[in-house]
């Protein structure tokens, strides 16, 4: 009891827990703060996904009407109404056919719209039916053997085709059999003419009917998004009548009466008992209309298990530290390091987290990923890594065969492979897993090690051990902060694929063999030369030219597809050392990814890159030459009264030679140095002279960095057209 009495023990225990408190109601804000983002976040991103939909549906809609309207006044549709009774044997024929193929022309194909699944059904002529790649000369035959239309028979569907006139209207959901085709469909329909809008049965004026069908799965799946994971449903609506929804019976649908809204409305609803997130979107085009209903339970069921976890740490939280505090207060002097060392558990943990930081080290080394050579440095000793001047080399090993599909199987041996390798080399390489299917080895030898003979042993114990070869590509040597060069060489050496006369070992490829031959014959260092000038020269627009005409010319097209991809490769490296050269950062990242795809696109990436880095050394040129410019022009409005102000003495000042600060000025001003010294200094003894009537023009001459009276009248009747004592009189 004695020791709460003590007034050090108490106040490093209110130190302790005021210090505690702080994180505590950093979190506890957190939460409600998270609450209220992540809410707004599912609103957001539902509204978006919404508005996104209904932008397609109204332009695809729109494509639709144009090409009915074209439809209505074809002069073939035209022509076939015309003429009588049709068989196959009839020369009228020729007319259906052509009818035909121009139907083709007003079909559409997207992930809404099926091109198979639009018909325009024409009355008279035995009632043909044209469709795309199809025609019916007789419409019962096409209905009875081809065609289902929900539950209709051919009587009720031709009647509800004619009976009325449809004006671009959409009708609710329903199941469509065609030829070997059935699923469930949203009705689009046109009658025609399309000119007007007549109401009731009046059909002598309609020749036909143009009906698209809206796959309802396809629409309904672009509308939900991500709804489905938070138990939400989607409703399409046209003139607040319900044509689809997601989770209901297409057989059974409930009337559902929503007027269109005009605008977007994001509300809370009671639906089903439950609190609701109801949004409801209109079409900026048609009385479409979208709705969203997600459950807020839902959402604030995962918000209110994050509580009850933000809860729980905070009592343990609280009750650790305090603890922690009464242990800390009561041995104040005992250092945190001790508390730790005597902790087994907790150094198991830091020793796995520091193979984790070794593992993320190499991939940032192999990569180039550092911001700078001092972050790279400055990082080796805290993971645990030890790197000499020598230099290294990457090795790298490419497990599974071209072609060959990773099992699970090989997934799960994937540790012990990387395992035997690490155990089969010397313990100063190193072993890195880049992915599931390729290792890089990290490796310096002696002058005397013969590292073709290492690499076979170890591929025959590949061999032996699991019954396959790795592929195994060689970088050449490098010092560890330059290593990724060595990367990107094992890469290209690996993906280099031999053709009959390469004379190569299929499993152990070195650069130095592939580079060797034909790709500097094409890719020569004149051609890098030329590169890197252009690149410096900072004119995008013809560095870009240049490497379409290095991408599509004759010298390229006649390389082997090993070849090409390695010259690609090369433009890669050469870009690396551009960018570590002028300091410039470069997402290697994004041409990493699309290394990996078709040359076309990885091609396409490198252009992007060397005219990324093109355009940023203009600028940064532009920029210090405007900074220059204007710190001269500075220190000459600050200076010139000087009489000893000239080019040398700018020149000394600025650092750079006087001829280049003569041509500098000349370009950057538009006028040589002397004349707009001279202009500066006798606009300055014009000020004087204006402003002090007493003033001799000897005294204005001195004042404006002039020694000799002379100079200063001709340098004053030059730039001003007569003598001073002519002005002053004036």
Known sequence: MN????????????????ILSIPLFITIYSYFHATEIIERNVTQANVFNLENFRDTMDNRVAQIDRAVFDLTTNEIFLRILQL???SYNSPNMYWFRVARDDFNRFSFSSSMVDEER??????????????????????????????????????????????????SNFMPIVHVNFLNYSGYYIPYIFSLPATTRITGTDTERVWGTMVYLF???????????????????????????????????????????????????????????????????????????????????????DMNRLRNVVVTLFIIALLVGLSIS???????????????????????????????????????????DFASVKDLKSSISHVG?????????????????????ASGTHLQDWDVYQAFLQNSIAPEHKVHALNHNELAVIATFKPDDNIEEIINIIQEEFNRQFGFIPTCGVGEEYSYIEIHYSMQEALAAADYVTDSTSGLNSHIVWYRDITSGDIFEVFGKDQEQMLLNLVRQGDGDALGTHMDGLYTGAPYRGLSAGVKRLYLAHLHTVLMRIGADTKIDINFKLLEMRATEKRDNYFAALKESYVQLCNQLRKAKKGRKQQ???????????????????????????NVAENYFSQ??????????????????????????TEDASLTINEAAMKSGYNSTNTFRNAFKRVMGTIPSDYVNV
């Open 3 to 18: 020791i709460l009495r003590d007034k050090n023990f108490k106040k490093f225990m209110i130190s302790y827990i005021l």
């Open 84 to 86: 009588p009774f049709m």
């Open 118 to 167: 639009s018909f325009l059904f024409i009355r008279g002529n035995n009632n043909v039916v044209y469709g795309r790649n199809f025609f019916s000369s007789n419409f019962q035959q096409f209905y009875s053997n081809h065609f289902q239309f929900g539950d209709k028979t051919s009587e009720e569907f031709w009647d509800f085709l004619f009976s009325y006139r449809y004006f």
């Open 215 to 301: 796959n309802a799965q396809e629409l309904l799946y672009l509308m939900a998004g991500s709804l489905d994971a938070y138990g939400g449903q989607t409703f399409l609506l046209y003139d607040g009548k319900l044509l689809a929804s997601t989770g209901t019976m297409y057989e059974d649908f409930a009337e559902f009466n929503i007027s269109t809204p005009r605008d977007i409305i994001i509300e809370e609803v009671v639906w089903n008992g439950n609190d609701t997130l109801a949004i409801h979107i209109p079409s900026n085009y048609n009385q479409l209309s979208f709705l969203t209903l997600l459950p807020l339970d839902v959402i604030r069921a």
């Open 326 to 368: 009464v242990a800390l207060s009561y041995r104040n002097t005992l250092p945190v390091t001790h508390l730790l060392s005597s902790n087994t558990a907790l150094q198991k943990q830091l020793k796995e987290q520091r193979h984790s930081m070794q593992a993320l080290y190499l991939n940032k080394l192999l990569k180039n």
């Open 385 to 405: 890594l030890a790197f000499d001047q020598s230099d290294y080399r990457v090795i790298l090993f490419r497990i599974l065969p071209e072609g060959f599909i």
């Open 628 to 654: 220059l410019k204007e710190s001269i022009l500075a220190y000459i409005n600050a200076h010139y009264c000087n009489s000893g102000l000239n080019v040398a003495m700018l020149a000394s000042h600025f």
């Open 664 to 689: 500098f000025f000349s370009e950057q001003v538009g006028e040589p140095f002397s004349r707009y010294l001279e202009r500066v200094r006798i606009e300055h003894a014009v000020k004087l002279l």
